[in-house]
């Protein structure tokens, strides 16, 4: 191991070997919230164009594009903050998102025809995608190693509280005889309020010592943030890793122009030699295939779940069905995202998302298979919620964490962004075409492409993604080990394309403008 990586390691080292203390907490809290409001969404959407279509007169196009455009929107939010946290930072974009999220939750309950809250969706599915690629990169750099699966699955497990949150309060008002058109405003209007309680939070949040260190090469600003979470107080090296931000610049500027221009050229350079380099295109693929693969299924069934329970209940009532919704999410799905993060750090990622995708594939196979699948309730009901089980404690959880520790920490966010945004497709292609498909195939049918989709999973995890369960964040990112050697001259040579330079130029040319990585040798 190099002077410089040991530096690294050593400074890092009471951030990784920290026992989960309040700090901990607090960021899993502010980033948590977040995602209580997307699973929020998530369903009550489904039940609220079930309210509007006698009301805007919505046609079974209009039901699915409400469903799913929030979805679609959320794709381009992902992509954007997350290539923006590489270059601008975490701290400057966080709070931003769900600033975004808050402010298209409120309009969707003035909404007063189809196309306002059609436009007032995409706003909500904006914030909401650039909450998948900032929370999960923050928290992830933030982790101690033991715990960093179960601090990370923590924040997305708040999903699940949000999952039982949608139909119980569409219960309360359903059952309480609020008017339809009073009903639905304020369904949608209560999920700006747990986004809006953690904005000042977000805002508020230190630079992660990873990104201070790894991008801006801020020795000081990293042993202070360290020393925050930690407690801790750490000495400064003196081998060339301390020099502050103030000397290269978070934006790579260097006094010169020239090389200001250079210097964007290598970053830009930088980022595709990382991510197309041979281990990270194919843990890319490996997280952004899963990703999406998964949600297919997810929110295929889930924003489509009122549809599905009419179907197998023709005379059930709304309320009936929304009741039938929370207790599958209360005896299946709850218990699921708990179990994963509980286990997340013991069996590891690459099982319980394996076996999760393995699990989903038996149980909507069953239902496609077995003659009364997909019309006795006392079949399905049980099947469908087994699936959800093995969703949660599968790969909806690992999902959300592989991308945020797998990843070099100059691409971390960039990685994850395109990750989520491959779900969010995903996402947004299930919602839009299960109605569809449940009028021309029927339950049956959508439960036999949803055990299709859940297959390839399977061999998607098993052949391109790593296990980084135990592992330090800069070990499990391949900036340390046998790795760290083929990443910095991959980049090396990306960096001399760019700005003109020979690959073997002098080392002191590379110190005075070039942004410290802890996967640099000396």
């Not at 794709?75 to 998102?97: I, N, Q, S």
């Not at 995608?129 to 715990?147: F, H, W």
């Not at 005889?177 to 953690?198: K, N, Q, Y």
């Amino acid at each position: 191991m190099s002077e410089q990586t040991a530096s690294v390691t050593d400074l890092y080292r009471p951030l990784d070997d920290a026992e989960i203390g309040r700090k901990h907490w607090l960021t899993v809290f502010t980033a948590g919230m977040g995602f209580f409001t997307d699973a929020y969404d998530l369903f009550i959407i489904g039940t609220v164009t079930v309210l509007l279509t006698p009301l805007f007169h919505l046609s079974t196009n209009q039901i699915s594009l409400l469903n799913s455009i929030s979805l679609l929107a959320s794709v381009a939010g992902a992509l954007t903050f997350g290539r923006l946290m590489d270059m601008w930072g975490r701290k400057r974009m966080y709070g931003l998102e769900v600033a975004i999220l808050v402010l298209g939750a409120l309009l969707t309950a003035f909404a007063w025809n189809f196309t306002s809250l059609f436009v007032f969706r995409l706003l909500v599915g904006y914030g909401v995608g650039g909450d998948y690629a900032t929370s999960a990169v923050i928290t992830s750099e933030y982790a101690n190693r033991r715990s960093r699966g179960r601090l990370v699955g923590s924040v997305f497990a708040m999903q699940g509280l949000g999952l039982l949150a949608g139909p119980a309060i569409a219960s309360i008002f359903l059952g309480a005889g609020v008017p339809d058109h009073l009903a639905w405003r304020l369904m949608l209007g209560l999920g700006a309020v747990p986004a809006a309680s953690v904005v000042y939070l977000r805002r508020k949040i230190r630079e992660t010592p990873r990104y201070t260190l790894s991008v801006r090469g801020d020795l000081e600003a990293t042993a202070t943030t360290v020393a925050w979470v930690t407690g801790q107080q750490q000495a400064l090296g003196t081998n060339g890793a301390g020099r502050s931000a103030s000397g290269t610049g978070s934006s790579g500027g260097t006094g010169s122009s020239g090389k200001t221009d250079a210097k964007r050229v290598e970053r830009r350079s930088g980022v595709r030699a990382r991510l197309t380099s041979k281990p990270f295109l194919r843990r890319l693929v490996g997280t952004a295939g899963s990703w999406f693969l998964m949600d297919v299924a997810f929110y295929g069934n889930s924003v489509s779940s009122p549809l599905i329970l009419k179907l197998l209940q023709p005379k059930g009532t709304l309320l009936d069905h929304t009741l039938i919704s929370l207790a599958i999410f209360a005896a299946a799905a709850f218990p699921g995202y708990w179990l994963a993060v509980l286990l997340m750090d013991r069996i590891g990622r690459k099982r319980i998302q394996w076996q999760g995708f393995a699990v989903m594939t038996a149980a909507f196979s069953l239902i496609w298979l077995l003659p009364d699948g997909a019309t006795a309730v006392g079949v399905f009901l049980p099947l469908f919620a087994i699936s959800y089980f093995f969703i949660e404690f599968g790969p909806n959880e690992t999902t959300f964490v592989y991308p945020s520790e797998i990843f070099p920490t100059s691409v971390r966010g960039t990685a994850d962004g395109i990750s989520a945004a491959a779900g969010k497709l995903g996402a947004f292609l299930g919602a839009l075409l299960v109605p569809h498909l449940l009028a021309s195939v029927g339950i049956s049918g959508v439960m036999g492409v949803m055990a299709g989709v859940s297959a390839v999973g399977i061999v998607l995890t098993l052949v391109s993604l790593p296990e980084p369960k135990g592992q330090t964040l800069e070990a499990a990112a391949a900036e340390v080990g046998p790795e760290a050697e083929v990443l910095a001259a991959c980049f090396g040579r990306a960096a001399a394309a760019g700005s003109g330079q020979p690959p073997g130029r002098d080392e002191s040319d590379e110190a005075a403008d070039e942004p410290l990585s802890a996967s640099r040798t000396s």
